[in-house]
């Protein structure tokens, strides 16, 4: 069973950094491009970040472009999302999401998301 | 950036009835549209890729269609499950989503 699991979630203050992290299972991790996509409260969903499989290949929605930074480790099955310089902006809860195939857009799994607070 | 734009932003049905939802894109991203539910608290759940593929365990009362800029989300028989906030997702470019639409029984 595919199962991915965030944490590293909390209150942090503006201008603060956070790093959260996504655990992978029952799937080859190795083998698929991972996402980050957020969504404020109340608010719709927002893609925050790619990486491929080997990690050749990231990219930013503009809105965290230069703050945030995501990266993996395969040896680990995790995946990982950098948070500096955060804004009230910011606040949401953020899911690691599974694309169906390497190169893909198309979100078959969902973690359960961990929730990101900015506030002084 | 590629907008979309969906519509209604609710609805309201009664048991039984066909509900149908429009996403418009603000550019040609030929069937590269994706729709997902999301029920309170959770995660979303993908239904429908490439704009008419059903995802495997999803009934069959979801369909979509479309190409281009315009597109259709229908559930042919709304159940009582069906309460959610659906999203449509562009994957032409980097992806972006719908504002979503609130499905409520009447």
């Known amino acids: 069973e595919v199962q991915l699991v965030e944490s590293g979630g909390g209150l942090v203050k503006p201008g603060g950094s956070l790093r959260l992290s996504c655990a992978a299972s029952?799937?080859?991790?190795?083998?698929?491009?991972m996402n980050w996509v957020r969504q404020a409260p109340g608010k719709g969903l927002e893609w925050v970040s790619s990486i491929s499989s080997s990690s050749s290949y990231i990219y930013y929605a503009d809105s965290v472009k230069g703050r945030f930074t995501i990266s993996r480790d395969n040896a680990k099955n995790s995946l990982y999302l950098q948070m500096n310089s955060l804004r009230a902006e910011d606040t949401a809860v953020y899911y690691c999401?599974?694309?169906?195939?390497?190169?893909?857009?198309?979100?078959?799994?969902w973690g359960q998301g961990t929730l990101v607070t900015v506030s002084s | 950036d590629i907008q979309m734009t969906q519509s209604p932003s609710s609805l309201s049905a009664s048991v039984g009835d066909r509900v149908t939802i429009t996403c418009q894109a603000s550019q040609d991203i030929s069937n590269y549209l994706n729709w997902y539910q999301q029920k309170p608290g959770k995660a979303p759940k993908l239904l429908i890729y490439?704009?008419?593929n059903l995802e495997t365990g999803v009934p069959s009362r979801f369909s979509g269609s479309g190409s281009g800029t315009d597109f259709t989300f229908t559930i042919s028989s709304l159940q009582p499950e069906d309460i959610a906030t659906y999203y449509c997702q562009q994957y032409d470019n980097l992806p972006t989503f719908g504002g979503g639409t609130k499905v409520e029984i009447k």
């Open positions: 999401a599974r694309a169906l195939y390497s190169g893909s857009y198309t979100f078959d799994y």
């Open positions: 029952g799937f080859t991790f190795s083998s698929y491009s």
């Open positions: 490439d704009a008419s």
